[in-house]
């Protein structure tokens, strides 16, 4: 059995100094010819290994380069240096992979964030994508463990789907059509009866109208898969390709569907804060040193673990639709034109320097907007009593914008059937959806968290595309 080694986080957390131990892992750096900072990615602490002077070969020290794999044998001391709690003193080391040292593209110093997305392969290696893809992990876990502790029942969404939940129709097609020869139809256009599935065939943007029908029998449900869109949105919070989390209720109202949704974002980010201590206090002091480069008004007013507290103790802001375009209107900053979407009427759709300002600026905290006008939401959601509002919500947060997008559903067959013909939505294609509201329908909600925005929010990363291992954007699908 090769595999006797103990994890560094294991040996810095418990190890008692006159344990023998095996450790395997890669250098992170060499000094004095003698400390070795090792890392096996259990922690992002390196664990201290000591190569007493005189003990080894220079032949072999002279291999110990920063990526190198090694195994080392010894005992556990207690360190004399500052920093750490006990070190390794090697009996015997041996190389498992060597490392050009001159070839290697991480150096011991800070590599730019762009730098690091450009060899997507070797970034696990840093400290900061370690940390990110450590933190990213557990709080997936922590959204399964919400959900199953409430008995919500886990729900795999098709991937490949003939529907376009939303009607956007930025979806990218399926299709096994050698893309030289596409069969044609009499009037020229593409014949896809011919296509693998006899219809033309999408991946899915969200897994939403499926767990509706699951959850009008199994109550509680949620999706947590991934969800493709061919949006053209270079932004640091759009990805082609992302996992989303969609849970459905039935018996739920919008309040409900708001009520849990707040426990749910709250829920995980205390999991990550009490789970991955280590984790959080290196990105939030990354955070820090990348806001020192900006200039001081930009700088935001907490750390990041402060601001991921303040979340969790204090109440979202809840405000309607209206409300929010009335703070947007009167607010200095739409009257000295500074929004590039200037605020005018009731109607429009929220731009994201919007969203941000409410959060940002207006209330500094997360805020939950709700009855939007119908015009700028989707088919499916509950009609208002006023004509011109739906049960829509979405939740706001700083730094990011929107981070959930759901709503109370239309559970009433003829308000459903008008808005669908309105907005030219055909009922044969969607009689599956309508079935449900045909028999034995309910009040029910549900609601989308983007995955990648929460994992954004919780570690403190800009850029979307550095939360998810290999982002896929557009001109972008390397590794
Ligand atoms: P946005 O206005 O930011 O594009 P949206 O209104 O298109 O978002 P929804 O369709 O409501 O978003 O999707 C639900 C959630 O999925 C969003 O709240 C967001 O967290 C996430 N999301 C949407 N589009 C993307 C994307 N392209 N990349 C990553 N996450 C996304
Ligand atoms: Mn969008």
Known sequence: MFNKRTEVAKVLNDGQPGEE??????????????FIALNDGSTNINLQVVA?????EDALLRRLNT??????????VASPGKGQRVELVADQIDILGDSDAEKYPLQPKKHSLEFLREIAHLRFRTNTFASVFRVRSIVAYAIHKFFVDKGFVYL????ITASDAEGAGETFHVTNFDLANVPKDEHGKVDFKEDFFGRSANLTVSGQLEAELAATALGNVYTFGPTFRAENSNTARHLAEFWMIEPEMAFYDLEDNMDLAEAFIKYIIRYALTHCPDDMAFLANRLAEEEKQKPQQERSEMGLVEKLQFVIDNNFERITYTEAIDILKNSNHNKKKKFQYPVNEWGIDLQSEHERYLVEKHFKKPVILYNYPKEIKAFYMRQNEDGRTVAAMDILAPGIGEIVGGSQREERLDQLQSRMKEMGISEEELFWYLDIRRFGTVPHAGFG???????????????????????R???????
Do not use: C, S
């Open 21 to 34: 131990m095996i450790v395997m892992g890669w250098v992170r750096t060499f000094r004095n010819n003698q």
């Open 156 to 159: 795999h969404a098709p991937i």
């Open 473 to 479: 954007y557009p001109k972008n699908v390397e590794f």
């Open 449 to 471: 968290l983007g995955f990648e925005r929460m994992v954004q929010f919780i570690t403190g990363m800009t850029n979307i595309r550095d939360v998810i291992p290999f982002p």
């Open 67 to 76: 990526g190198t794999a090694i195994r080392a044998t010894g005992k556990v």
């Open 52 to 56: 007493p002077l005189g003990k080894f």
